[in-house]
């Protein structure tokens, strides 16, 4: 028999309401991470404008996924089952990137890699090799805190200074070599370079005899920057004016290859 207008109807509604509700859980899930991965359902009511009994049910649920955890303080964390979803989302961001990442090593001669910001650490999740033998302290998979990278400076050039000067405080300033910035004054200095110059650059500061140059990949679903690292007698002030028109336009274009794939 036909189903009835009253049945499609209510179809329709419990449809939209799933959607919704969808939307409304990783709403929260991002707003969680927003405010470093820990909050109460109070926070959370003030910040995405959803009623207590709304938030209470989808956090329920979360809970019961492993999505989220309630501490003893009940406050309500991140859960570790999103590690897994995260491992994997990195792993597949690094394979979309390669492509792009290859360009820049035929245009430029240089390595090209990919970055992204892992709570307070810089972790690289693609690297595509230049084809001149040297070996370099940047692969797949490494983390390094971001003040002494490139890639660093590019991500945290747009999180504001006090949210800066916190995380600085958090990993502390460890040299890497005798060139790395160890003060938060001069690393704020050299962020309003970044964004002055539209690129970050690392000069023998993570590692001596190798100079990176890093651009931000524009609305990436997740903040991203890509890099090309080569030693300081090939990527010069020189070079660097050539290079970095590249980088800016590759990583446009990943941007919009992201954005296309839904990623």
């Known amino acids: 028999m036909p189903r ?13 309401g799933g959607v919704q509700s969808l ?16 909050v109460g359902l109070s926070e959370l009511s003030a910040t995405s404008g959803l009623p207590l009994p709304t938030i ?8 019961a996924c492993g999505y989220v955890r309630q501490q003893p303080n009940r406050r309500y964390a991140l859960g570790p089952r999103l590690i897994r979803l995260g491992e994997s ?3 597949l961001l690094g394979t979309w990137a390669r492509p792009y990442l290859a360009r820049l090593v035929e245009e430029t001669g240089e390595t090209a890699n ?42 945290l050039a747009g999180v ?15 040299a890497a070599t005798e060139k790395t910035i160890t003060t938060p004054d001069g690393f704020l200095a050299a962020l309003e370079d970044v964004r002055q110059l539209g690129y970050a650059v690392d000069d023998n500061e993570q590692e001596i005899g190798v100079r990176c140059l890093a651009v ?3 609305e990436s679903p997740t903040a991203a920057a890509i890099s090309i690292s080569g030693p300081a007698g090939r990527v010069t002030e020189a070079a660097t004016e050539t290079i970095v028109p590249v980088l800016q336009q590759v990583a446009l274009e990943l941007s919009q290859a992201l954005a296309g794939s839904g990623a």
Request: charged share 25%; no cysteine; aromatic share 4%.
């Open 89 to 91: 989302a990195s792993r």
């Open 160 to 174: 504001p200074d006090n949210e800066v000067r916190a995380l600085l405080t958090r990993t502390g300033m460890p």
């Open 56 to 63: 209470h049910r989808l956090m329920r649920t979360l809970v």
């Open 23 to 38: 939307e409304r859980a990783f709403d929260l899930l991002e707003r969680m991470a927003d405010a470093g991965g820990e």
């Open 216 to 218: 931000l990949v524009p």
């Open 114 to 155: 990919m970055a992204l910001l892992d709570g307070d650490e810089i972790v690289y999740v693609a690297q595509v090799p230049s084809k001149h033998s040297m070996r370099m302290f940047t692969e797949v998979g490494r983390r390094v805190l971001p003040h002494s990278t490139g890639v660093g400076k590019a991500l």
């Open 4 to 16: 009835s207008s009253a049945s499609t109807t209510d179809s329709a509604k419990s449809s939209a």
